[in-house]
Structure formats: C-alpha cells, structure tokens
C-alpha cells in the first residue's frame, strides 16, 4: 500500500495550455439534488467547477436548479420532473447521449434520495452510459447491496463510499472493514474492475491492480456536504480525461490537504465543508495551477 503526498496529485493534475477553451477541459453530467438536499447539488457542483472543468451541467429538479442557479451562474442546467418525494424522475441515459454526445464523465448520487425511480435511473446510467461514471452516496445506496450492475457497466466506474455506505454495499460489517480494509477494498476492485474511494480517516483509494492511502484530512471533515464536494472533485478530473485512478488520487489528496489548512486557519470544530474551496484554490495558486 502505497502513501500519497501533495507531489503525486501535482504530477497527476491535468495541464492547462494557455491556448485552449471551454470545451478542451471536459463536460460533467451531475444528476444531484433533490428537495430536502439542494445544497448537497451546490456543493458537488463548485467542487467540480473549482478543479478546472469546463463545462457541468446539472440534470435536477426546478426546485433545485432554482437555488442552485443563484450560487452556481457558470453551470447549465436541464430541468428534470419533481416525484412525490422531491426526487428527481425521468431521467433516460440513451436518449441523454444522442443529445449530448459530447459528455464526458456522470456524476450521479449527491443528494438524490433513492425515492421513486431513482434506483432504476442509476441503474439504467450505469448500463447505457458510454462514459465514465463516479457513483456517490445515494448513486450506490439506490443499489441496495445489489453489486450485479457494476459487473455489466459499458465504462469506468468510480465509486467514493464511507463505510457505512460500504458496508451496506458489501453486506460486511463496519468493525470487519475497519479491520481489514485494504484486503476488503483491493478485493472489491478486483471483483468489480473498477476505482474505490473508501473514505474514512485514513482514505484508501483501489484500483484492481494497485491500492493507495490517503492521510490528509481530518475529522473537521466529519460533516454532511464534504463528501458532495469531494465527489465533485473526482468527477471534474475524470471529465477532464484522467484515468480513474488517477482522479481518484486528485480529488482525494487536494480535498484532504485542503481541509488540513481550513483546520488550521478556521479550527476542525468551525470549518465547514465549503470552506476547504478557498484552501483548495490557494493551494493550486502556489503550485502555479
């Protein structure tokens, strides 16, 4: 197991070319939201944003996009049916990608709830979509510990559990994944041939080949939206055409490092999520990013 510093996300980080435009720096698909977690829609959206895509576009409900667009004026947003329990509805990924075939990486679970017909929305885009996925939260908990989808996905897969949601993913106990968490992680990898985030105070990122650590962060993190933010953040860098892996190590690193400077200019216990983007940014700044 291999630990990450600042230098192997920098030499990770995608290159931005003084001639270039929107379009060279990827376009995200964020299905997010819902009426009782708007912010968790922001908060993946400037995550996203705030790592150098070019362009997000939010697929939620009006409700949502209604607050969001107040915060959030770079993103374009495709309005979608509000369910009975302020879930998103209707969203198809086949006829999502005759029309925007230029999407690069979906972001799908900030937020969602697994309401209505959201567990066969993520699962009908982990089944059609022709592009990277990154599966957070509610994207996996819709699965219901059902695993079989991820094994028939037509691209990459991402997946960023804590590990309660892992847990229930898995069908193991939280002390049996404490216990042994990268046997567990490196297993799942392998099984499902895909990219695991499995947060926690010591993150562990998996590949089916190679597992990592992460020991940036800190438990001023221990709060709803930081995750969101984190999501975002990987999701950026794979729409932006890093491999999984190495996205994954991106996001990870700079969202935890980031977070260790919030600490120390706001206190762990006064920080909260959305802070970290202004450490985040300075960061960057320093590394002429």
């Known amino acids: 197991m291999t630990e990450l510093t600042l230098k192997d996300a920098f030499a990770r980080l995608p290159v931005r070319r003084d001639e270039s435009n929107k379009g060279d720096y990827g376009t995200l698909l964020a299905l997010v939201g819902s009426r009782y977690y708007r912010g968790a829609a922001q908060l993946c959206s400037l995550g996203a944003l705030r790592t150098g895509l070019g362009i997000l576009r939010v697929a939620s409900t009006e409700r949502v996009i209604s607050a969001l667009a107040c915060t959030v004026p770079e993103a374009v947003y495709l309005p979608l049916e509000e369910g009975d329990e302020g879930e998103v509805c209707g969203f198809k990924a086949e006829p999502y990608f005759r029309a925007f075939a230029r999407t690069s990486a979906i972001l799908c679970g ?61 069908g193991k106990s939280v002390d049996y994944i404490k216990e042994n968490a990268g046997n567990v992680a490196l297993e799942f990898a392998r099984d499902h041939s895909l990219t695991l985030v499995l947060k926690s105070d010591n993150t562990l990122i998996a590949s089916p080949k190679e597992i990592y650590i992460s020991r940036f962060g800190n438990s001023g993190l221990a709060r709803g939206g930081s995750g969101d933010i984190l999501a975002g953040m990987i999701a950026s860098f794979t729409a932006q055409g890093l491999k999984p892996l190495d ?11 980031s977070a260790d400077r919030t600490a120390k200019r706001l206190s762990k216990t006064g920080m909260l999520p959305h802070d970290i983007l202004t450490d985040l940014c300075e960061i960057l700044r320093e590394e002429g990013k």
């Not at 709830?113 to 996996?140: E, H, N, Q, R, Y």
């Open 110 to 170: 900030c937020g969602l709830t697994t309401c209505g017909d959201v567990p066969s929305m993520v699962k009908d885009i982990i089944a059609f979509s022709p592009v990277p996925i990154i599966l957070d939260a509610d994207g996996l908990n819709s699965l219901n510990g059902d695993t079989a989808p991820l094994n028939n996905a037509k691209s990459d897969i991402i997946i960023t559990p804590h590990i309660g949601e892992f847990a229930r993913l898995t």
């Open 247 to 257: 996205a994954a190590i991106c996001g990870t690193v700079l969202h935890g490092a």
